[in-house]
């Protein structure tokens, strides 16, 4: 190992990190690689099978091969508000010194039902923007009570512009890189880092069935854009892959009266 | 998964892992695949053993990345690190060790097996052992692998002690051969395909590095696993690579080696997987891409080894990448196993259409001949008879079999036989 890695792995290893949504496809490739660094994890997630199984692989990845690599999993499903305070009370009695919170869950319906069915169009909304606001506020106030670390949200570039084909995952997504962009001026006197995550369409079971969804870029490529923006003081702002920064300058300078007439 | 393959149709389904097959054997052309890439968890690690249970989809690079920190490898490792575990036992792949170690299969101790009439199966030597034999080298036909019980292995750490010696002749590699496989654990050689008859190469051998060989290692501060290598980011011009570029290459390549004699410690990645390097490095074929050619020959018939160097060099076709290994004597681990005594020759050929093609069918008579067996995992053309010369017991394999499961390449080189 070069002496840059090694610092780096040395930087990371005091790292304490809850997981909000623990078994979405980017998250599972971020747990991997942080478990390698050898940071500890606390998941959270829905399935408490699928959790109990990830617990295992993570661990063992982690090292526990040889000495104690903790990671703690907590069952519940935070498109519920109401399950809110008991994740963040199981948070700070077991896993009291966390320092990184990342919000890696997200649902995305097929647009064309959300037009015509208005609860469906609540339920993207509720999953997407109102629950994972919630659930940052409860965070957030913990942090910037500690004065110490990091907040970080997976939203999409798809809320970097409405479009057509998919405005209502994207204003709920837009709405919460909105949102963190507040929090993060309210945090930063605090200390406390908040980082917007926007990734363009990654192949995870949430793409799936999308078209195209095998020229999606690869989950691994994208964890390790995050892995390196949690170790780092910038950016604020995370597109990934890269290209996608310059793609979203391009297609927000768009003029309206062009965009509307634009099918994609 | 159960689901899935209770509602397949016939013949309509085939497991797939991260496609490294150079042929039609991972294809399941207007038919389903399964994407097994997701299966990746690690279920279970016992290091006071190096038994490892995982998932099918778990690559072998992630085993080496999670396992050789902790002293673990990989009983058995082909070229590359980017296949899964179920394409490593459903392809019985082989590596560098074969004469010691056999192949892969050989060190597969259990598996589950997700069967469309069944469920999971659980298969090892004493329960369904026949289940296991046909699931080794059975070509992802015999269901979906779950999961896996697969002997690691104890090594010092991340060096080897390698060395590569030049020969001349067929005789020259085989003595090197016989006089290497005793005292080394990996022995494979690089091949000058435009030598012809007066063969020349490289023969490249080593062992895991121990005692202060592996603390020299640490000490040299040598690169130690680069992560990403260089990439091709698109495909070069057919015309780019000819005879003469070729030629040129090799005889550098030559050069270059024999130059550096005696022992050295190399990092791992490097001493197994020297492509890896380069991603992408399909794309240096061009657009047109290439086939891959690898048979074994017994070592009872060395004329036709030569002759089919023979042909190879007179053809001017043969490429920078080819590759020679003598098989050990061990038993085959599958029913469909490839490697077995003999000698297994490995070579690109970039594709230039009918030439190309014809020239593989004079290699083909060749290896018919001699009584030896192409290799399903490289091939996209081997006729149905030669598949029945190269595995002559394989409708033993067929009952098997899981109704829903088929290939591409299985269809081509069975359907017209059944």
């Given at each position: 190992?070069?002496?840059?890695?090694?610092?780096?792995?040395?930087?990371?290893?005091?790292?304490?990190?809850?997981?909000?949504?623990?078994t979405s496809?980017?998250?599972?490739q971020?747990e991997?690689?942080l478990?390698?660094?050898g940071?500890?994890?606390?998941l959270?997630?829905r399935?408490?099978?699928?959790?109990?199984?990830l617990q295992?692989?993570?661990s063992?990845?982690?090292?526990?091969v040889t000495?104690?690599?903790?990671?703690?999993?907590?069952?519940?499903d935070?498109?519920?508000?109401?399950?809110?305070?008991a994740?963040f009370?199981?948070?700070?009695?077991?896993?009291?010194?966390?320092?990184?919170?990342l919000?890696?869950y997200?649902?995305?319906?097929?647009?064309?039902?959300s037009?015509?069915?208005?609860d469906?169009l609540?339920d993207e909304?509720q999953?997407?923007?109102?629950?994972?606001?919630?659930?940052?506020?409860l965070?957030?106030?913990?942090?910037?009570?500690?004065?110490?670390?990091?907040?970080?949200a997976?939203?999409s570039?798809?809320g970097?512009?409405?479009?057509?084909?998919n405005?209502?995952?994207?204003?709920?997504?837009?709405?919460?890189?909105l949102?963190?962009q507040?929090?993060?001026?309210?945090?930063?006197p605090?200390?406390?880092r908040?980082?917007t995550?926007?990734p363009?369409?990654?192949q995870t079971?949430m793409?799936?069935?999308?078209?195209?969804?095998a020229?999606?870029?690869d989950?691994?490529?994208?964890?390790?854009?995050i892995v390196?923006a949690l170790e780092?003081r910038a950016?604020?702002?995370l597109y990934t892959?890269?290209?996608?920064r310059?793609v979203?300058k391009?297609?927000?300078?768009?003029?309206?009266?062009?965009f509307?007439?634009?099918?994609? | 998964?159960?689901?899935?393959?209770?509602?397949?149709?016939?013949?309509?389904?085939l497991?797939y892992?991260?496609?490294?097959?150079?042929?039609?054997?991972?294809l399941?052309?207007g038919?389903?695949l399964?994407?097994c890439?997701r299966?990746?968890?690690i279920?279970g690690?016992?290091?006071?053993t190096?038994m490892?249970?995982?998932?099918s989809?778990?690559?072998?690079?992630d085993i080496v990345?999670?396992?050789l920190?902790?002293?673990?490898?990989?009983?058995?490792?082909?070229g590359?690190?980017?296949v899964t575990?179920?394409?490593?036992?459903?392809?019985d792949?082989h590596?560098?060790?074969?004469?010691c170690?056999?192949?892969?299969?050989?060190h597969?101790?259990?598996?589950?097996?997700?069967?469309?009439?069944?469920g999971?199966?659980?298969?090892?030597?004493?329960?369904n052992s026949?289940m296991?034999?046909a699931?080794?080298?059975?070509l992802?036909?015999?269901?979906?692998?779950a999961?896996?019980d697969?002997?690691?292995k104890?090594v010092?750490?991340?060096?080897?002690?390698?060395?590569s010696?030049?020969f001349?002749?067929?005789?020259?590699f085989?003595?090197?051969?016989r006089?290497s496989?005793?005292?080394?654990e990996?022995?494979?050689?690089w091949?000058?395909?435009?030598?012809?008859k007066?063969l020349?190469?490289i023969f490249?051998?080593?062992?895991?590095?121990?005692?202060?060989r592996s603390e020299?290692?640490?000490?040299?501060?040598?690169?130690?696993?680069p992560?990403r290598?260089?990439?091709?980011p698109?495909a070069?011009?057919a015309?780019m690579l000819n005879?003469?570029?070729v030629?040129t290459?090799?005889k550098a390549?030559?050069?270059i080696?024999a130059?550096?004699?005696?022992?050295?410690?190399?990092?791992y990645?490097?001493f197994?997987?020297p492509?890896?390097?380069?991603?992408q490095?399909?794309l240096?074929?061009?657009?047109?891409?290439?086939?891959?050619?690898q048979?074994?020959?017994?070592?009872t018939?060395?004329e036709a080894?030569?002759?089919?160097?023979?042909?190879i060099?007179?053809s001017?076709?043969?490429?920078?990448?080819?590759?020679?290994?003598?098989?050990?004597?061990?038993?085959p681990a599958?029913?469909?196993?490839?490697?077995?005594p003999?000698?297994?020759?490995?070579?690109?050929?970039?594709?230039?259409?009918?030439?190309?093609?014809?020239?593989?069918?004079?290699?083909?008579?060749?290896?018919?001949?001699?009584?030896g067996?192409?290799?399903p995992?490289?091939?996209?053309?081997?006729s149905p008879?030669?598949?029945e010369?190269?595995f002559?017991?394989?409708?033993?394999?067929v009952?098997?079999i899981?109704?829903?499961?088929?290939s591409?390449?299985?269809?081509r080189?069975?359907?017209?036989?059944?």
């Amino acid at each position: 190992m070069t002496m840059v890695g090694i610092a780096r792995a040395t930087a990371m290893r005091m790292r304490k990190v809850v997981v909000l949504g623990a078994t979405s496809g980017i998250a599972l490739q971020v747990e991997r690689q942080l478990a390698r660094q050898g940071c500890e994890l606390l998941l959270v997630g829905r399935s408490a099978q699928r959790l109990a199984e990830l617990q295992v692989d993570l661990s063992i990845r982690g090292g526990a091969v040889t000495g104690a690599q903790q990671v703690l999993t907590y069952a519940a499903d935070l498109a519920c508000v109401q399950q809110h305070a008991a994740v963040f009370d199981f948070a700070r009695r077991t896993f009291p010194d966390f320092d990184t919170v990342l919000l890696a869950y997200g649902s995305m319906h097929e647009q064309k039902d959300s037009e015509t069915a208005v609860d469906i169009l609540l339920d993207e909304l509720q999953v997407n923007f109102v629950s994972a606001t919630a659930i940052l506020t409860l965070f957030a106030a913990d942090l910037e009570r500690r004065r110490t670390g990091c907040l970080a949200a997976i939203t999409s570039v798809a809320g970097d512009r409405g479009r057509r084909s998919n405005y209502v995952y994207g204003s709920a997504k837009g709405a919460l890189s909105l949102f963190l962009q507040g929090l993060r001026s309210r945090l930063h006197p605090a200390g406390v880092r908040v980082i917007t995550i926007k990734p363009g369409p990654v192949q995870t079971p949430m793409t799936d069935h999308l078209p195209n969804a095998a020229r999606f870029a690869d989950p691994e490529q994208v964890a390790r854009d995050i892995v390196r923006a949690l170790e780092r003081r910038a950016p604020d702002v995370l597109y990934t892959p890269k290209v996608w920064r310059y793609v979203m300058k391009v297609v927000q300078e768009i003029p309206e009266a062009v965009f509307k007439r634009l099918s994609f | 998964m159960p689901e899935i393959l209770r509602d397949a149709a016939p013949g309509s389904l085939l497991p797939y892992g991260l496609g490294r097959s150079y042929g039609d054997s991972c294809l399941n052309a207007g038919r389903e695949l399964i994407d097994c890439r997701r299966l990746n968890r690690i279920l279970g690690f016992d290091n006071s053993t190096g038994m490892l249970r995982c998932e099918s989809g778990v690559s072998l690079s992630d085993i080496v990345d999670v396992f050789l920190p902790h002293g673990w490898f990989l009983p058995v490792t082909p070229g590359t690190r980017f296949v899964t575990v179920g394409g490593a036992i459903a392809n019985d792949v082989h590596g560098k060790n074969h004469h010691c170690a056999g192949s892969f299969g050989a060190h597969v101790r259990q598996i589950g097996l997700h069967r469309s009439n069944d469920g999971l199966v659980f298969c090892n030597s004493e329960n369904n052992s026949d289940m296991l034999r046909a699931t080794i080298g059975g070509l992802g036909l015999t269901g979906v692998i779950a999961w896996a019980d697969i002997q690691l292995k104890r090594v010092a750490g991340p060096w080897i002690d390698a060395q590569s010696v030049p020969f001349q002749s067929l005789k020259a590699f085989l003595d090197l051969s016989r006089e290497s496989n005793d005292r080394f654990e990996y022995t494979v050689a690089w091949l000058d395909c435009f030598a012809g008859k007066n063969l020349r190469g490289i023969f490249f051998r080593g062992n895991h590095a121990t005692g202060h060989r592996s603390e020299q290692g640490k000490k040299q501060g040598k690169k130690f696993h680069p992560k990403r290598g260089a990439k091709l980011p698109f495909a070069l011009p057919a015309w780019m690579l000819n005879r003469y570029s070729v030629k040129t290459f090799n005889k550098a390549y030559y050069t270059i080696h024999a130059r550096k004699k005696g022992m050295a410690i190399v990092p791992y990645d490097s001493f197994f997987y020297p492509l890896d390097s380069i991603r992408q490095w399909n794309l240096l074929y061009g657009r047109q891409g290439f086939l891959q050619y690898q048979c074994v020959i017994p070592d009872t018939n060395l004329e036709a080894f030569e002759e089919l160097l023979d042909r190879i060099a007179r053809s001017g076709m043969g490429s920078c990448l080819g590759v020679l290994k003598q098989f050990g004597s061990a038993p085959p681990a599958g029913m469909l196993s490839f490697p077995r005594p003999g000698l297994t020759i490995a070579l690109d050929f970039a594709m230039r259409g009918e030439r190309t093609l014809k020239l593989m069918q004079s290699l083909d008579e060749v290896v018919w001949q001699s009584g030896g067996a192409l290799y399903p995992a490289k091939d996209a053309r081997m006729s149905p008879a030669l598949f029945e010369a190269s595995f002559p017991h394989w409708r033993g394999f067929v009952p098997y079999i899981d109704p829903t499961m088929s290939s591409s390449f299985w269809r081509r080189v069975t359907e017209a036989q059944q």
